[in-house]
């Protein structure tokens, strides 16, 4: 990916090109005269002046003296002795001396440059130090700050180092980061600039006997991302408490939120961290509180090369944006061709349902379009109304219940399996024309444990699958009004065949292009990885959970860190939903409350249908109160501008506009654009919480609108302690300009 190739050096050996002009840097501790620190070269077509320095060394005039005054301990014995000797001797004797003064000098001098020569690159335009003894790489990003630390390949790569021998395979001869091992493994280091950020590279190649193990300090700053996919809603704003042991993460069908992949970090010092190519990696976080963050490729077999980035802006705000232009972390051109319409209104869920309760759906999407002025919009067909994993049909005693919602006026969404179980009819046929996916290393149909039912992958690289999908689902739409999909994970294919490290994302991708033939974008992915290219919607799920202080009392998970992480991520377009199976279906009407208030700024809200049915009197609110309002903002925001090559989120943190100690911590409060400002409540019976108002960048209030109909305006900078919130209130406040009274003259 990267222009220069890696080669062979060894630790402590410098090659110098003719036309090489980088020194070494200089130092004068003789404690550091053990180690070779290198400075890198300038960024690609930077005309950077080099400082240049005069070593001096400390003591040197001392030792001379002191070499003086032995000598003439011994003067009496040395002028005796010249008597006796020839002239022609003496010559000889002062020439052999003075040459080996010379030869000793420039010695001396060589070595001396090689330890501590002089000559820097101008700080402003980035500088990384590589101390080769260690195999750690410093980068210098602030001359008031300490160094970030990264230790590169672990304790075995040190060893294997030393084995190696110097030769010529660097393509790019004048590149000093550059080493190959007898075995192949390739180490290549080079720094860019570009958006504004400093970026420094890390590449290994062809690794084979060992895999390389890369740990950064997290001593600098607050860090924000995703670490944690075995269990999403413990994910941290920021992310700094956890500990988490070394595990994989890999693109797989566990549901939740923390299948929604990109191997992007970000600190609040100005520094991001991106994995550039599409590799599963092993992730340790802060492990028995070691402070390091450190990642590895999963197997020699699934991942040859790891290839990242550490990159440095001006500021928090401008190293995210630079990073995103970057390395393509926000959504493409062709939202542009996008239908919206449908977020104005609710998508109802009807997974909670059970087949039983077809005629509750029928009755309820009757009374909340006739008596609650509900639209019946889009309504997502139950898992369990499909027969089986890739049967595309639906059974035949529900598909009388679905064309009477079809005569409402109701459009589906449907669920599509990226795969087929072994009960499904286009099983067997699918084996004999081989359209699913094959192991390479056995030739034989891959099969995998997909939500407790053995299932093969449909191979959407195979042209013939393509043309089979296609033929099935449109059959499908015409026959039930459908009008989005809804994409559920992808299996992870990584590990099925060598040097393929990106087929999970490509599969997603074929996927997704595969829907957007037949429907108008965006559709709907339940998990994703790496596809802010293709619009698409994307979950964002709350769950009904007990409180962590009290057991008897209800709460709804907080789930603001994984929706400012996606938005960050570059995936505007998001949708909340209720996850009832955790409270065995049943919902406590006032988390439904605060649910539904919260995703109230969220772009698209699916409340599940069974809430309702179950709190048929909270309906009134929904549709006047909730509806009413994510429909005004949504109409006021330009939506269409964070739509499209966006470098802004929409969904923001506090530290967006407020970059101090006081938001970095901030994980229950987020910003809608830099105007709109939510503080929502999540526990059942909770009537108090303390808000931050962050300061703005032009003189302003923050403004609140109760429900009794009374404005007031609160200032900006500054938290509101104990701000009581009633369960019909809404938390949320608006930015307003002050603007000067005018005098009776103007």
């Not at 620190?37 to 003591?59: C, D, H, M, N």
């Amino acid at each position: 990916m990267f222009a220069e190739e890696t080669g062979i050096t060894k630790v402590k050996t410098v090659r110098f090109s003719e036309h090489e002009n980088d020194k070494l840097l200089a130092s004068g501790n003789d404690d550091n005269l053990n180690k070779t620190k290198y400075v890198s070269t300038p960024v690609e077509g930077a005309q950077l002046p080099l400082k240049t320095t005069s070593p001096s060394v400390e003591g040197r005039s001392n030792t001379l003296s002191s070499h003086s005054r032995s000598s003439k301990s011994t003067d009496a014995k040395t002028e005796d002795h010249n008597m006796k000797i020839p002239n022609w001797r003496k010559k000889i004797l002062k020439f052999s001396v003075t040459l080996m003064f010379f030869v000793m000098a420039i010695g001396v001098i060589v070595i001396w440059t090689l330890h501590e020569g002089g000559g820097e690159i101008m700080k402003e335009d980035g500088l990384f130090t590589f101390d080769t003894d260690e195999l750690e790489l410093f980068l210098n990003l602030r001359e008031e700050e300490n160094a970030i630390k990264l230790n590169l390949g672990g304790v075995e790569l040190k060893t294997l180092v030393k084995d190696t021998s110097v030769n010529d395979k660097c393509e790019n001869p004048s590149n000093k980061y550059c080493y190959v091992l007898a075995d192949g493994t390739a180490l290549n280091l080079r720094s860019s600039q570009m958006y504004g950020v400093q970026c420094y590279h890390v590449s290994w190649k062809n690794l084979t006997s060992f895999l390389p193990e890369d740990c950064l300090e997290l001593n600098h700053g607050f860090w924000y991302g995703f670490v944690n996919n075995k269990n999403p809603s413990r994910n941290t704003w920021p992310i700094q408490n956890m500990q988490i042991s070394k595990r994989a993460i890999l693109t797989g069908h566990n549901k939740g939120i923390g299948d929604i992949y990109d191997y992007y970090w970000l600190s609040s010092t100005g520094t991001t961290f991106y994995i550039i190519n599409d590799v599963s990696v092993q992730v340790s976080f802060n492990h028995s509180n070691n402070n390091l963050f450190c990642l590895s490729p999963v197997s020699k077999e699934t991942s040859s090369s790891l290839e990242y980035a550490l990159c440095q802006g001006s500021s928090m705000k401008e190293a995210h944006i630079g990073t995103s232009k970057k390395f393509g972390l926000q959504p493409a051109v062709s939202f542009n061709n996008t239908d919206l319409e449908w977020i104005m209104d609710f998508i109802w869920d009807t997974q909670s349902l059970v087949i039983e309760d077809t005629k509750e759906l029928i009755d309820f999407i009757v009374n909340a379009t006739t008596s609650y002025n509900l639209s019946c919009s889009l309504i997502e067909i139950p898992l369990k109304f499909v027969s089986h994993f890739g049967d595309f049909k639906i059974s035949s005693d529900i598909a009388k219940s679905l064309e009477e919602l079809k005569n409402l006026k109701c459009s589906m969404l449907f669920n599509v399996f990226p795969v087929s179980s072994f009960e499904s009819l286009n099983f067997v046929p699918g084996i004999r024309s081989k359209m699913f996916i094959e192991n390479s290393f056995s030739d034989a149909t891959y099969l995998q444990n997909y939500r407790d039912t053995q299932c093969a992958i449909w191979d959407l690289w195979n042209r013939n699958v393509q043309r089979f999908l296609l033929k099935e689902l449109s059959k499908l739409m015409v026959s039930f009004s459908i009008q989005k999909f809804n994409l559920l994970t992808v299996p992870s294919v990584d590990r099925l065949e060598n040097n393929r490290p990106s087929r999970t994302k490509e599969l997603y991708t074929h996927w997704l292009n595969l829907l957007g033939n037949l429907t108008a974008w965006p559709n709907f992915q339940e998990a994703t990885y790496r596809t802010q290219n293709i619009p698409s919607v994307i979950e964002i799920s709350f769950k009904e959970v007990p409180s962590e202080k009290n057991a008897s009392q209800i709460c709804l998970s907080n789930s603001i860190p994984n929706l400012l992480t996606v938005s960050l991520y570059g995936y505007p377009l998001l949708v909340s939903t209720l996850d009832l199976s955790t409270m065995n279906d049943n919902v406590d009407p006032e988390i439904l409350l605060r649910w539904l208030q919260v995703s109230t700024f969220i772009p698209a809200m699916k409340p599940p249908v069974a809430a309702f049915i179950q709190n048929k009197n909270i309906l009134s609110y929904a549709s006047n109160e909730i509806l009413g309002l994510h429909k005004s903002i949504y109409r006021e925001i330009d939506l269409q501008k964070y739509l499209v090559n966006s470098d802004q989120p929409l969904i923001r943190p506090i530290w967006w506009i407020t970059p101090d100690p006081k938001t970095f911590t901030i994980a229950d409060q987020f910003l809608v654009g830099d105007d709109i400002l939510v503080a929502p409540v999540f526990c059942s019976g909770q009537r108090f919480r303390d808000i931050y108002l962050p300061e703005t960048a032009v003189k302003s209030v923050w403004q609140h609108h109760f429900r009794n109909g009374t404005i007031r305006n609160f200032a900006a900078g500054g938290w509101l302690r104990k701000f009581h919130v009633a369960a019909f209130e809404i938390p949320y406040f608006l930015r307003k300009d002050v603007h000067p009274i005018a005098s009776s003259d103007d």
